[in-house]
């Protein structure tokens, strides 16, 4: 699996766009984007994921590069809820493991 | 709809005890993971299973065993305690290949 690189920390105002880089220059072509998130040391919450293209759904959008060799995850209008550590990861679809990287400590200031 | 349930929510074990840690999910998915995660750090995979009768080891196996006997329930066994597997272990399961994973909400385990 293609290791990421993600900021070890960020702050957002509350009611802006959080954006959320993370590299992965090792991708392989077969290898998905996921998002996940952690509040508080509660079990993982599933944000979105993605091949190629830009997906959106209700939570979040993430965007991939052309070279697929980064990508942003965009929270729309952040809320102080938002406050967790987000996990970019990148796993081929028949491998069974996520690899988890220390993630991104977003902090969402009033 | 419960998802991935966990027990215990807490524990304290001393050193050599032994204990399962129970993980039912009531979504009929085949995949079902077992991960720790130490304070500050990203999770590990444990073991892992793809179907009833069906387990395989992941990245941090040792001090633990598994079975899988019914598609709902994954359980954790830690024979001999040892401070080392103080942790946050986390069970997940997930639909079909490509799908997300659906996490527990953790059981936060001391060995004294």
């Known amino acids: 699996d293609a290791k990421t690189t993600q900021p070890p920390s960020m702050d957002c105002a509350e009611g802006r766009a959080a954006n959320l880089p993370c590299n992965h220059s090792?991708?392989?072509?077969?290898?998905?984007v996921y998002w996940y998130r952690q509040i508080h040391s509660q079990g993982p919450q599933y944000i979105i994921h993605?091949?190629?293209?830009?997906e959106t759904n209700e939570m979040a959008s993430l965007i991939i590069t052309e070279d697929r060799k980064s990508s942003t995850l965009i929270l729309p209008h952040a809320t102080l809820r938002d406050t967790a550590v987000y996990y970019c990861?990148?796993?081929?679809?028949?491998?069974?493991?996520?690899?988890w990287g220390a993630g991104t400590k977003l902090i969402i200031k009033p | 709809n419960a998802g991935v349930t966990q027990t215990p929510k807490f524990r304290i074990l001393k050193i050599g005890q032994s204990m399962t840690l129970q993980c039912t999910q009531d979504?009929?998915?085949?995949?079902m993971y077992w991960y720790r995660q130490d304070p500050g750090m990203g999770l590990k995979l444990i073991y892992y299973?793809?179907?009833?009768?069906?387990?395989d080891k992941g990245e941090v196996p040792n001090g633990y065993n598994v079975s899988r006997s019914t598609t709902e329930d994954f359980p954790l066994r830690l024979e001999l305690a040892a401070p080392s597997q103080t942790s946050v272990y986390f069970c997940?399961?997930?639909?079909?290949?490509?799908?997300?994973?659906?996490f527990g909400d953790g059981t936060r385990l001391s060995i004294l």
């Open positions: 979504m009929n998915h085949n995949y």
């Open positions: 090792t991708i392989s072509g077969n290898e998905y």
């Open positions: 997940a399961s997930r639909e079909v290949s490509n799908q997300p994973q659906h």
């Open positions: 299973s793809v179907g009833a009768g069906i387990t």
């Open positions: 993605g091949l190629k293209n830009n």
């Open positions: 990861i990148v796993r081929r679809d028949s491998n069974y493991q996520l690899i």
